[in-house]
């Protein structure tokens, strides 16, 4: 398949070539240089956010291919306008047109996967003599994929991490902290026997803060979802009591309240005031990168052993939103610290889809120098800091000790302005941590945060659900119903 690559591409470049020598210009001392070079355009779809990091890759990219004249053109939108122009992308690429990539912005993969609009990233991989799959984090790409292919490629990863409050009774915290990883259901079963204690009966589940999202009762229950659907044989399997347990824990929850609280956002209230009144209303906390998390070593953090989410499988949940989380470590002190800073957009949903009817061979190259500029951004926005900032890992292999190094040095930088730095040796002994963790998970099988399934197919039958109009089996036999239909379609 190498061979191939290198075939086909030196064809294309000779046949462009013959094309540029056929014409006549009556000065050809006036010609420019780039002028008599092969043109190849490439088309970008992208959040506004994301367009200078584009251009810095482009410009590398660009670097490294001397022998091509290369024009760039990103169509960029807000964040408000995702809606329309993901309806907007779907007409293109049915009408057999549109973008050569896009950055994935949670639009249908699996539809135009199915639908033969996007390109099979592993043909591009097999076929490119530079890289193997063994050069990434491929446990990422079996998360992800569709039907055997990979449609969207990370250009990171990272995962949901949970604190427990310290003040619950210590046996749940002694069970709690025996864990590396821990699964929704057995959140809930700590969080029940906590509330179970009169002293407890007042805290609710969880405060999320910026990972909000995982409050939502559509996303906790599509991100369950993921153990019984079988994408590739097109099945689902919702009735299991398994599922149907989960269900009845879940439903409670958000019956009495439990789940959410004082609506953490990404300001003061990261500092110690914000973990003394979490300790008071919540059981547990669920941080991410865009909370500054360097007050934990101003006062004890009422949290700890911070630890990745799994399904009930046992696989890491890869976060669902644009944004990354930040890797909890414990410090030579004994208190937990959040080993990232705050605004970061690289997490696994910043992915690229490569489309069925461009120029693949030049999207392919511009996706490789993304992993490096997502990782190392030589400007940043107020709503994009920056790679070096963040605790998830580059998809590539050899930039992610590199990586971890740097955003440690910068987090290091962020404690020493607010007074709460360590001594070198100490600091090195936490990046060190930090790296092994993280080389750990990196290894781990993991799940995607979620079905893609339409929450529209549920919507009004979970409002049904949790309004005690229709029981969890009655919910689970709908949910059956409507997700084999939509699976086979």
Not at 106 to 112: D, G, K, M, P, V
Not at 412 to 421: A, K, P
Request: glycine letters at 6%; hydrophobic letters at 45%; aromatic letters at 12%.
């Amino acid at each position: 398949m190498k061979i191939k690559w290198i075939v086909a591409t030196s064809l294309a470049v000779l046949l462009l070539l013959t094309s540029c020598g056929s014409n006549e210009y009556e000065n050809d001392s006036q010609i420019a240089e780039d002028d008599l070079l092969p043109v190849h355009n490439l088309s970008v779809l992208t959040r506004n956010e994301f367009e200078f990091v584009i251009r810095q890759a482009w410009e590398d990219m660009s670097a490294s291919l001397t022998d091509y004249n290369l024009q760039l053109e990103i169509t960029a939108y807000a964040p408000e306008e995702s809606e329309n122009q993901g309806m907007r992308l779907q007409t293109m690429l049915m009408a057999g047109q549109g973008y050569d990539m896009f950055i994935h912005n949670n639009h249908s993969l699996l539809q135009f996967s199915r639908s033969g609009f996007l390109r099979d990233i592993y043909t591009l991989i097999e076929q490119d003599p530079a890289v193997s799959r063994d050069d990434f984090f491929y446990q990422a790409f079996e998360a992800l994929e569709i039907d055997g292919g990979l449609y969207a490629f990370p250009l990171s990863v990272g995962f949901y991490y949970i604190f427990i409050n310290d003040s619950l009774p210590q046996p749940l915290i002694d069970r709690f902290t025996a864990l590396d990883t821990i699964a929704f259901y057995d959140i809930f079963s700590i969080y029940s026997e906590a509330i179970g204690n009169p002293e407890f009966a007042h805290m609710s589940l969880f405060d999320s803060g910026f990972a909000w999202a995982l409050a939502a009762p559509s996303t906790l229950l599509d991100m369950h979802m993921v153990d019984f659907v079988d994408f590739d044989n097109r099945t689902a399997n919702l009735t299991d009591s398994a599922f149907i347990d989960f269900t009845k824990n879940f439903v409670s929850l958000f019956a009495d309240g439990s789940i959410g609280g004082i609506g953490v956002g990404w300001h003061p209230v990261s500092g110690p005031s914000f973990f003394r009144q979490a300790a008071v209303r919540q059981a547990f906390i669920i941080r991410n990168a865009w909370l500054c998390p360097g007050f934990a070593f101003v006062e004890p953090n009422h949290f700890t052993h911070g630890i990745p989410i799994t399904d009930n499988s046992g696989r890491l949940i890869m976060d669902k939103r644009i944004e990354t989380y930040g890797l909890p470590t414990e410090a030579v002190t004994g208190e937990t610290i959040y080993t990232a800073r705050s605004n970061v957009h690289n997490g696994v949903r910043a992915s690229v889809c490569i489309t069925a009817f461009g120029n693949d061979f030049l999207a392919w190259e511009l996706t490789k120098h993304l992993i490096s500029a997502f990782s190392e951004p030589r400007a940043t926005s107020e709503i994009f800091a920056g790679g070096s900032e963040s605790m998830t890992s580059p998809i590539k292999r050899e930039l992610f000790r590199p990586h971890v190094t740097r955003a440690m040095r910068n987090f290091r930088q962020f404690t020493e302005e607010h007074n709460l730095g360590l001594a070198d040796e100490a600091w090195q002994e936490v990046t060190e941590a930090a790296i092994e963790r993280l080389a750990v998970y990196n290894e781990m099988p993991m799940t995607r945060p979620g079905t893609d399934i339409p929450s529209m197919l549920f919507a009004s039958d979970l409002e049904h659900l949790l309004h005690g109009l229709i029981t969890v089996e009655e919910f689970a036999q709908i949910l059956q119903n409507r997700v084999s239909l939509w699976l086979i379609e």
